[in-house]
């Protein structure tokens, strides 16, 4: 079993940056492949961004060249870097893992956090 936390969310303003930390416990990470979801009022939970387990990142059209996805596999933690917040990533947050490699689809992952909310203002 894994646990997963995240944390970092908050109210920033538009052009802002944010870090959100997904801290694991019950395993190491080094053998998962980590993504970020989000989910706004009324839509459908999407990708973010995945870091694989066997190295590599993928960040989704809509946040590419804005967010960054690092792991640091020694603190079980792994990041989001947002940067340049548009009030369209207003959303919740949600950390997600599977054991080796895994896809774009929210059915591969089967370990998820709680969420934290991230509230972009204009």
């Known amino acids: 079993q894994v646990q997963l936390v995240e944390s970092g969310g908050r109210l920033v303003q538009a052009g802002g940056s944010l870090r959100l930390s997904c801290a694991a416990s019950g395993r190491t990470l080094g053998s998962y492949s980590m993504a970020w979801f989000r989910q706004a009022p009324g839509k459908e939970r999407e990708l973010v961004a995945i870091?694989?387990?066997?190295?590599?990142?993928y960040c989704a059209d809509s946040v590419k060249g804005r967010f960054t996805i690092s792991r640091d596999n020694a603190k079980n933690t792994v990041y989001l870097e947002m940067n340049t917040l548009k009030p369209e990533d207003t959303a919740v947050y949600y950390c997600?893992?599977?054991?080796?490699?895994?896809?774009?689809?929210?059915?591969?992952?089967?370990?998820w956090g709680q969420g934290t909310q991230v509230t972009v203002s204009s």
């Open positions: 997600a893992g599977r054991q080796g490699v895994a896809g774009t689809a929210r059915s591969n992952y089967n370990y």
């Open positions: 870091s694989w387990s066997g190295g590599g990142t």
